[in-house]
């Protein structure tokens, strides 16, 4: 089976999230997100990152649709979007050990 051609606005997405992952912080983010949806309190423990920098990788994976969000009353909820992602953090790390 043939890849499908991709556009040049898929090309432009794909190294968008590329880029996010060359964060250190995100992928910090994208590990606790593996325990499930949290709220920003939550993640700040779990990553041990402040509110300000923690919004700020939070902002760049939801742009790039690595992360959802959900607003719930003064909360925002924050989950993985797509099991995938994790999966393509597994296959990087597992060639760098």
Do not use: W
Request: glycine letters at 6%; a positive charge.
């Amino acid at each position: 089976m043939r890849p499908a051609r991709l556009t040049a606005k898929t090309i432009d997405l794909v190294a968008k999230r590329f880029r996010a992952l060359g964060e250190p912080a995100r992928l910090v983010i994208l590990q606790a997100l593996r325990k499930g949806e949290r709220c920003v309190s939550e993640l700040e423990v779990d990553t041990e990152l402040n509110q300000a920098n923690l919004s700020r990788h939070l902002q760049v994976l939801t742009a790039t649709g690595m992360v959802r969000r959900r607003k719930d009353g003064l909360f925002v909820y924050y989950a993985l979007a797509d099991a995938n992602v994790l999966r393509l953090c597994e296959i990087m790390c597992g060639r760098v050990t």
